[in-house]
């Protein structure tokens, strides 16, 4: 093969060349397979080259799923799913390409250091797109998972109730359940309270606890009672409980809107029982939940899913950086054992 002189000097490491990471066998007389039986004809980095590389590839080990964990989470947190479903899918997908291509890679660079003298070949390209993939992969499914959850535990609400109008001063002996229809927030005239003695219940499994919300004086406008407070397993005890959300507080007189389409059908088994015991009208029941300020109380949700978010992200950074430093651990040992 003639003087080792002859042969072209490259300055970059076997790894990043795109022929290293082909998943088969080096074929006899190519570069690799002359690497495989020579030697290493490849000039390798400096120390300080090297780290400097090392370096920036464990950093986007750590950016690039603290990236995808962020929009994932965010979009679904925020409703992205619900408003723009086109662009929530499109990025999904576009993040779970990459993640495909990312696993190729990790499959590539370990078919190659398999093929090839472990002492010519570094480990670190391994280990590299292996960490990057299953981190990928963890960043994609948490984001998911946690963005659904925040969502519907905390902004789905906040959402749906800031887009239906606001009511201030209502009296229940004036208005009507069509007046309120489109009502998210409601702040009753002072005096407004709970008619225990037309409290009602329907069991399904879950009990779905009713019970009129009347003005000052006890009446309601035309004799429909239209405006219902509501709970679940909450008036289990004896007849007429009624003890959901703010029952007991008497500053509470305002209430927030029921918004769970789910549960509608059985609070309204509940009014029709209501109904047919203590023979009263129901026209058009609209149900709440009872509470002393209903508009602190969305403000609060909205709180606390911005909060969620930024401790699920932060908790997501801190747990992808000490597997960084798990992976650097795990390097430096290898590299005293060879």
Not at 81 to 91: G, R
Request: aromatic share 16%; with cysteine.
């Amino acid at each position: 093969f003639g003087s080792r002189r002859r042969l072209e000097l490259r300055t970059t490491p076997i790894w990043a060349d795109w022929r290293a990471f082909s998943p088969r066998a080096p074929s006899p007389g190519s570069d690799v397979h002359v690497h495989a039986m020579y030697g290493s004809i490849h000039k390798r980095q400096t120390g300080s080259k090297r780290q400097g590389s090392n370096f920036y590839s464990l950093f986007c080990v750590l950016l690039v799923p603290c990236l995808i964990f962020a929009v994932i989470f965010g979009l679904l947190s925020f409703g992205a799913h619900e408003n723009a479903p086109l662009t929530t899918t499109a990025v999904s997908l576009l993040f779970l390409l990459f993640l495909v291509w990312i696993g190729f890679k990790a499959y590539s660079a370990y078919a190659f250091y398999r093929a090839t003298p472990k002492t010519s070949t570094s480990l670190f390209p391994v280990v590299f797109y292996l960490l990057l993939f299953f981190c990928c992969f963890f960043a994609l499914g948490s984001g998911l998972g946690f963005g659904f959850v925040n969502h519907s535990t905390n902004l789905r609400m906040y959402k749906a109730i800031v887009k239906m109008n606001a009511y201030v001063n209502v009296d229940l002996g004036v208005s009507t359940g069509p007046q309120l229809m489109d009502a998210g927030r409601v702040m009753f005239k002072e005096g407004t309270y709970l008619d225990m003695s037309k409290a009602m219940s329907f069991r399904d499994h879950t009990t779905y606890c009713v019970v009129p919300i009347v003005n000052p004086n006890g009446t309601v406008a035309g004799g429909s009672y239209d405006a219902w407070a509501v709970g679940e397993n909450c008036c289990s005890g004896p007849p007429h409980t009624f003890e959901c959300a703010e029952y007991a507080n008497t500053a509470a007189h305002g209430a927030r809107r029921m918004i769970e389409d789910s549960k509608r059908p059985f609070y309204r088994l509940a009014v029709q029982q209501a109904e047919a015991t203590y023979h009263m009208r129901s026209m058009h029941p609209l149900f709440f939940h009872w509470m002393q300020d209903p508009f602190a109380e969305v403000q609060e949700k909205r709180k606390a899913g911005i909060k969620t978010f930024l401790i699920g992200f932060g908790s997501f950074a801190l747990a992808m950086l000490f597997v960084i430093m798990c992976a650097v651990f795990f390097l430096i040992r290898r590299a005293q054992d060879d």
